[in-house]
């Protein structure tokens, strides 16, 4: 175990909580993990106890000792200064930005557009159907994934992964918007270069640890 102990409030099937395991796995660190369903009994995070652990009740926070880290980038940012080994961000200013630049359009553009409480809200106020949901959700996935193949295909920095030979913290984002894109159904044909990127990427043991069906919180196989 790291010095000072690593738990991270989770939930399975929350992509950002899915990007900093993967992140904490790449880094070969331990950490305990604690559940919060987001779901069950209209969403524990939205219970007293987690409202004092992140106040906007959403997953995933970081205790590192007695500190508190929110936001999933954030905290793999944290993560790569706190514990210098296996770098995931490329040692150059200017391959950092692309990197950060590919991991915000994701984390900041994307991935909100079609999250729970996103989803919830459309449905409560303005009755949208689950069909209507999906559609949404596919419309803002794919431009998203326009733009990334686009950032990816065009730019000679890119290797077996998002940046380089090495797995980093793009690649940390791009996974789990791959596993909401499947989930909605949004056809992937036109990224090849996400979908290379995606397939090196789940072939390695961090990556696979990380899903979302590998998680203690997981429902079991139907």
Same mark, same amino acid.
């Given at each position: 175990?790291?010095?000072?102990?690593?738990?991270?409030?989770?939930? #399975?099937? /929350? /992509?950002?909580? $899915?990007?900093?395991?993967?992140?904490?796995?790449?880094?070969?660190?331990? $950490?305990? %993990?604690?559940?919060? @369903?987001?779901?069950?009994?209209?969403?524990?995070?939205?219970?007293?106890?987690? +409202?004092?652990?992140?106040?906007?009740?959403?997953? !995933?926070?970081?205790? @590192?000792?007695? +500190?508190? *880290?929110?936001?999933?980038?954030? *905290? *793999?940012?944290?993560?790569?200064?706190?514990?210098?080994?296996?770098?995931?961000?490329?040692?150059?200013?200017?391959?950092?930005?692309?990197?950060?630049?590919?991991?915000?359009? *994701?984390?900041?553009?994307? @991935?909100?557009?079609?999250?729970?409480?996103? %989803?919830?809200? %459309?449905?409560?106020?303005?009755?949208?159907?689950?069909?209507? +949901?999906?559609?949404?959700? +596919? @419309? #803002?996935?794919?431009?998203?994934?326009?733009?990334?193949?686009?950032? %990816?295909?065009?730019?000679?920095?890119?290797?077996?992964?998002?940046?380089?030979?090495?797995?980093?913290?793009?690649?940390?984002?791009?996974? !789990?918007?791959?596993?909401?894109?499947?989930?909605?159904?949004?056809?992937?044909?036109?990224?090849?270069?996400?979908?290379?990127?995606?397939?090196?990427?789940?072939?390695?043991?961090?990556?696979?640890?990380?899903?979302?069906?590998?998680?203690?919180?997981?429902?079991?196989?139907?």
């Amino acid at each position: 175990m790291v010095s000072g102990g690593l738990r991270l409030y989770s939930y #399975w099937r /929350s /992509s950002a909580a $899915y990007r900093v395991r993967i992140a904490l796995n790449l880094k070969g660190l331990d $950490y305990q %993990l604690t559940p919060v @369903h987001l779901v069950r009994d209209g969403g524990e995070q939205h219970g007293v106890a987690f +409202r004092k652990v992140n106040p906007q009740g959403l997953v !995933p926070t970081l205790q @590192h000792g007695q +500190r508190l *880290i929110r936001q999933s980038m954030a *905290i *793999i940012e944290y993560l790569d200064e706190t514990f210098a080994d296996k770098p995931l961000l490329p040692s150059l200013a200017r391959d950092r930005a692309r990197v950060r630049g590919m991991a915000q359009l *994701i984390a900041c553009d994307t @991935h909100p557009l079609g999250n729970l409480r996103v %989803l919830q809200y %459309l449905e409560r106020e303005f009755k949208a159907t689950p069909e209507q +949901r999906e559609a949404w959700v +596919r @419309h #803002w996935l794919g431009l998203g994934f326009q733009a990334l193949e686009a950032l %990816l295909a065009e730019n000679s920095t890119t290797g077996d992964f998002c940046e380089g030979d090495q797995p980093g913290m793009a690649d940390c984002l791009l996974v !789990p918007q791959l596993y909401n894109a499947r989930r909605f159904g949004l056809d992937l044909a036109p990224f090849p270069t996400v979908r290379r990127i995606d397939a090196a990427c789940l072939a390695l043991d961090a990556f696979q640890k990380a899903a979302p069906e590998a998680q203690p919180d997981a429902p079991p196989p139907a």
